[in-house]
């Protein structure tokens, strides 16, 4: 297209036109002159388009309006008045990505999709959310999204409610979650940073209606916009649609949304705070250290690509010295670090867990001495060779899984956009590559040490100490605070409250308009792809061994996995395999120190790892497949450097150093904790899914059987580490077999030979024994577990397996999925409920569950499960309403993969025995459901719900309360 700079289309002043060579785009810089917008289009041949508008958005407190605002837009608007349009589109669009994103500083409203007119249709909704939401004239959505007064009767006590605020209750109950929000705050006490954007639970219910609608007339106009383009598209016509349809009826004003900047510290800041931990719950070494630091601005890009090498040379690799200085001083179980440049100024933390206030001197001593010492003597050079090798891969395979590319690259590039910066200027790497390449010979990177770190008085030391009696002395507060306000009140204002808050559930509970759902765009039955993507795959034989070719065009990289079957291994030994997933490839070689062995991986490769997965058979519940699986992705000429590091790593990994294995151990049970509260939905779902299938059982052995496991291991150390070597010596030969070896190789055409003969002399090396195969005692049992952490939410699993019961998957299941997930469960677990998320699954395995996510409930979820069936056998919808939830679930799987993830899913289904006939059949019982199969799929969901399977982790008020539902009852760190 040849377009002018300078010259108007459609409204918009095309400012500037370059060329993104690492990314293969052009880019067009453009202002709407009349609005006031800013808008940048990144033109490439990618059909998975992206549209976002991001706003400027500059907390004042700590009410979390920013991000009350940012759900509330998305419940109706002028053009499409539904009480929740983004579900709609959810249900009802072929989306490859549909959100809305709240940040410290800024507010991102992004869509993806492949196809043309959904793009359109996704485009529209949104830009009419943000721009004219119902928020601004319906209470009831504040008091939906944020807070309100919860209220029965005259006599019953007065609560709080609301989505975000039991979402921020959640967030907050984790301490690394605490920790990062209290690290920012510090920092930057005397600029926006020092609110808590997402919301405090304390502050949220200062938040009044009129400052709700005050914060989006700020901040929600054109003037403060950022709207970005990308992919394959009709760039003229996307920007006539945007002038006509919306900027065209606002005027240019000016806003301010400034960020200032902090002023430096003249001297570091000592400063101490708590986190909860739950009642009863060890509380000794579990304090965390940390050292932060302000540096630069986001805008200086060479400096932010330093610093991301420092941080995984200094902190992040198995040879980083100052990790393995902090560890080897015994300061703590776990060095963990973050540097955040998705902020004005950014910031770098070193931290410690597993801690004692105490140890604040030496942790600062070692600190300081390490990095003194490495700025005297210089960074390895091989160390940082490697962390820049690792940076560099990263940046050219821009492999995101499911995330879009084109939505990557747009929060990578708002961290200059928003600032007033370069709008391009993160997308072009790779002369700021070669200044930090050139840094590294110079000796700049001592020097930047030196700077930010040594001799950086922005900075602070944070000390975050357990306490039992924060989530007690908070409920307290919290119950005389509503208390009071109760006893203030006149009975008028009661049951005015008891008025609104029963107006408020009517409107949750009351059906859209039909002519009101019909507004929202649809696309039709016929915009589907009726067949399903093929498998990519073919057999293939190397060395008398099979192997599985996936000729997809990688850019020049090789994803290789090799799945060692591991049936052999008996009942007894199964928590050493998840053990030495941990171990392996972290420790000394005969030929490599433990720190030598992580820069060449590094440095030759893009990574790889060790991880026992288990597969099971199609159709078959009782079948388990477990391996010991080796990934690796790699520059396909480098392929021969990678299959001599697997060679050493597999004949001469040495596990003889206590030293080493305790601090590797140490750092597992660290990981373990810091994930339980991060992820309560999927401990809980592992958990329930061991009741029901042996694959399940099997893999719950590197669950919460693992973390009992390891802390025995470090409670014992010295026994367990003899047991240990004894197991290692036992199952390590017979891991690394080619007997039953699977070999899956993701790589172009005409790569394969190469990666092949890079492969065959490890093939031909291993030992071919055979092993006869070992049960594992299994007999399907319900535990019904109900965990106790410091969570001041819950986190809900209920489920069966219906094979067990009668019943056959279908493909309806994944329609019933859809509408489960955004319209029962919606309604009644997050509306009604005011739970952040709720979510339902019917495997291919039989396992089923419901799950709900940061819940203020327990038995009320519970109850809304059972319940499910009776919804079930009178759904009852339109036609219309019919096709929307089989669009949503054919989007939902119709996900673009890439490379690796294509390879994987086709392997994954050869060792399943799933074929393409299987896949088909799926997608042809989706496309022709009808709302007879919903129905009829009631009598199975009743019949796994009467089993009474559950699995709770939560806080210890509301498990306690429904301690009949449990079994057992358990504090879980």
């Not at 409107?507 to 507004?519: A, G, I, M, T």
């Not at 009644?828 to 996510?853: E, P, Q, T």
Request: glycine residues 4%; contains cysteine.
């Amino acid at each position: 297209m040849n377009l002018q700079e300078k010259n108007i289309y459609c409204g918009f002043r095309l400012d500037k036109i370059s060329h993104i060579s690492e990314i293969s785009s052009n880019a067009y810089e453009f202002y709407h002159e009349k609005s006031g917008a800013k808008l940048l289009f990144i033109e490439n041949n990618d059909d998975n388009k992206v549209f976002s508008i991001t706003f400027r958005t500059t907390p004042t407190d700590d009410t979390g309006v920013a991000h009350i605002v940012e759900h509330s837009t998305l419940c109706g608007s002028r053009k499409f008045p539904t009480k929740e349009p983004f579900v709609e589109l959810v249900k009802g669009s072929l989306n490859t990505f549909l959100n809305a994103m709240t940040f410290p500083d800024k507010t991102m409203y992004p869509i993806a999709s492949r196809n043309e007119k959904d793009f359109r249709n996704l485009m529209d909704v949104y830009l009419d959310a943000v721009f004219y939401p119902n928020m601004r004239t319906t209470p009831e959505i504040l008091m939906q999204e944020g807070w309100h007064y919860e209220i029965d009767n005259v006599d019953a006590p007065l609560a709080y409610s609301g989505v975000v605020y039991n979402e921020m209750k959640g967030a907050l109950s984790s301490p690394d979650g605490l920790l990062e929000r209290k690290i920012l705050n510090n920092l930057y006490p005397d600029t926006t940073y020092q609110y808590e954007s997402g919301g405090d639970p304390v502050a949220i219910p200062d938040l009044t209606q009129e400052m709700f609608i005050d914060f989006h007339s700020r901040y929600y106009h054109p003037a403060n916009s950022y709207i970005y383009l990308y992919g394959d598209m009709d760039m003229m016509s996307t920007l006539s649609f945007l002038d006509e349809e919306y900027l065209s009826n606002f005027n240019k004003i000016e806003i301010d949304s400034h960020i200032d900047v902090q002023k430096p510290f003249t001297a570091r800041k000592l400063i101490k705070d708590i986190y909860p931990i739950a009642p009863g719950e060890a509380k000794e070494n579990k304090t965390f250290l940390s050292m932060n630091y302000s540096i630069a601005t986001s805008l200086e890009k060479e400096k932010m690509l330093a610093f991301t090498v420092l941080e995984h040379a200094l902190l992040k690799s198995e040879a980083a010295p100052l990790r393995n200085a902090l560890i080897k001083a015994g300061l703590g179980s776990d060095v963990i670090s973050s540097f955040d440049n998705g902020i004005l100024q950014p910031m770098f933390s070193i931290i410690v867990n597993g801690s004692e206030a105490n140890k604040v001197d030496e942790f600062t001593k070692v600190v300081t001495d390490t990095l003194n010492d490495i700025v005297k003597n210089g960074i390895d050079d091989e160390l940082l060779q490697a962390s820049i090798n690792s940076m560099e891969f990263k940046l050219r395979e821009a492999d995101f899984g499911q995330y879009p590319k084109g939505l990557i690259y747009n929060i990578n590039l708002m961290n200059s956009w928003l600032y007033d910066g370069d709008a391009t200027v993160y997308l072009h790497y790779e002369e700021a590559l070669k200044t930090v390449k050139q840094w590294a010979k110079e000796g700049k990177f001592e020097a930047l040490i030196q700077e930010y770190l040594l001799d950086n008085t922005h900075s602070h030391i944070l000390i975050l100490e357990p306490d039992e009696n924060v989530i007690t002395k908070q409920e307290k507060d919290l119950a005389d605070k509503l208390a009071q306000k109760k006893a203030s009140m006149s009975k008028e204002d009661i049951e005015k409250i008891i008025a609104d808050t029963q107006k408020l559930k009517e409107r949750q509970r009351s059906v859209d308009k039909p002519e009101d759902l019909e507004k929202i765009p649809l696309l039709k039955i016929e915009d589907i792809t009726k067949q399903c993507d093929k498998l990519i795959i073919a057999e293939d034989e190397i060395a008398d061994t099979k192997v599985l070719r996936h000729d997809i065009d990688t850019n020049g990289i090789c994803y290789l996995r090799m799945l060692f079957d591991i049936s052999n291994i008996a009942y007894e030994d199964i928590n050493y395999l998840f053990l030495l997933e941990e171990f392996i490839g972290r420790t000394a070689t005969k030929n490599y120190t433990y720190e030598a062995l992580a820069n060449a991986v590094n440095l030759h490769t893009g990574g790889m790892r060790f991880a026992v997965a288990t597969y099971d058979k199609e159709g078959d519940v009782d079948s388990y497949m477990p391996k010991f699986v080796f990934k690796a992705k790699v520059l396909v000429d480098k392929m021969p450097e990678l299959i001599k590091l697997l060679q050493e790593i597999i004949f001469n990994s040495s596990f003889t150093s206590k030293e080493r294995i305790k601090d590797l151990a140490m750092q597992c049970r660290s990981d373990f904790e810091m994930s339980i509260l991060r992820s309560g939905h999927q401990l809980v779902l592992d958990e329930l899914m061991a009741y029901f299938t042996p694959k399940e059982r099997y893999d719950n052995f590197g669950d919460l059987k693992f973390y009992a496991f390891i802390k025995n291991f470090l409670n014992d150390f010295d026994n367990e580490f003899n047991k240990m070597q004894t197991a290692f010596a036992k199952i390590l030969p017979m891991i690394f077999n080619k007997a039953n070896l699977l070999t899956s190789i993701t790589v172009s055409k005409n790569d394969y030979k190469k990666v092949i003969s890079a492969i065959k002399p490890l093939l031909e090396v291993l030992p071919n024994e055979t092993y006869p195969k070992q049960e594992i005692p299994f007999a399907v049992e319900k535990k019904n577990e109900g965990f106790i952490t410091s969570s001041q939410v819950q986190y809900v699993a209920k489920g069966a397996n219906f094979i067990r019961l009668g019943y056959k998957y279908t493909g309806a299941m994944k329609v019933l999925e859809t509408i489960m997930r955004y319209e029962y469960l919606w309604t009644n677990i997050r509306v009604l409920g005011g739970a952040y998320g709720a979510f339902v699954k019917f495997r291919r395995d039989g396992n089923m569950y419901f799950g709900s996510y940061r819940d203020p409930n327990l038995v009320e979820t519970l109850n809304v499960y059972d319940k499910t069936a009776e919804f079930l056998r009178n759904f009852n919808v339109s036609d219309r309403e019919m096709t929307k939830y089989i669009i949503g679930t054919i989007s939902n799987i119709d996900m673009p993969l890439t490379p690796a993830l294509k390879g994987e899913l086709a392997s994954s289904a050869y060792i399943a025995e799933m074929t393409d006939e299987m896949r088909q059949q799926q997608r042809d019982e989706i496309l022709a459901t009808t709302q007879e199969d919903i129905r009829a799929l009631a009598d199975l969901v009743d019949a796994c719900m009467k089993e009474n399977a559950i699995c709770v982790l939560g806080g210890s008020n509301k498990v306690n309360e429904a301690k009949d539902v449990f079994k057992t009852v358990t504090i879980i760190l």
